[in-house]
């Protein structure tokens, strides 16, 4: 059974840190490519960044970029995102999600991020 299990979200002040941890199972983690995605109240879920599955390349939203750092442990099965400068506009649930195509791409329920003072 495929599981995508997030953490570490919770309530930060403006300027702090968060770190994600997204635990997988069910599936061959190290051919996937892992994705972080977010989305705030009334707003479409967004993709923050991207890992590819040997973790050599990465890839982020504009609105991230020099705050933001994702990376793996493919011996862990685990996928992080390390969250800096942390600011309100960052509130929102964050996915995290492992694709290999169309037809194996999968969800977790992700955890609630909090920017507020």
């Known amino acids: 059974q495929v599981q995508l299990v997030e953490s570490g979200g919770g309530l930060v002040q403006p300027g702090g840190s968060l770190r994600l941890s997204c635990a997988a199972s069910g599936f061959t983690f190290n051919t996937y490519v892992m994705s972080w995605y977010r989305q705030a109240p009334g707003k479409e879920r967004e993709l923050v960044a991207y890992?590819?599955?040997?973790?050599?390349?990465?890839n982020y939203a504009d609105s991230v970029k020099g705050r933001f750092t994702i990376f793996r442990d493919n011996a862990k099965n685990a996928v992080y995102l390390q969250m800096n400068t942390l600011k309100p506009e960052d509130t929102a649930v964050y996915y995290c999600n492992g694709r290999l195509n169309s037809y194996r791409n999968y969800w977790g329920k992700g955890t609630l991020v909090t920017v507020s003072s």
């Open positions: 890992i590819t599955s040997a973790g050599g390349s990465t």
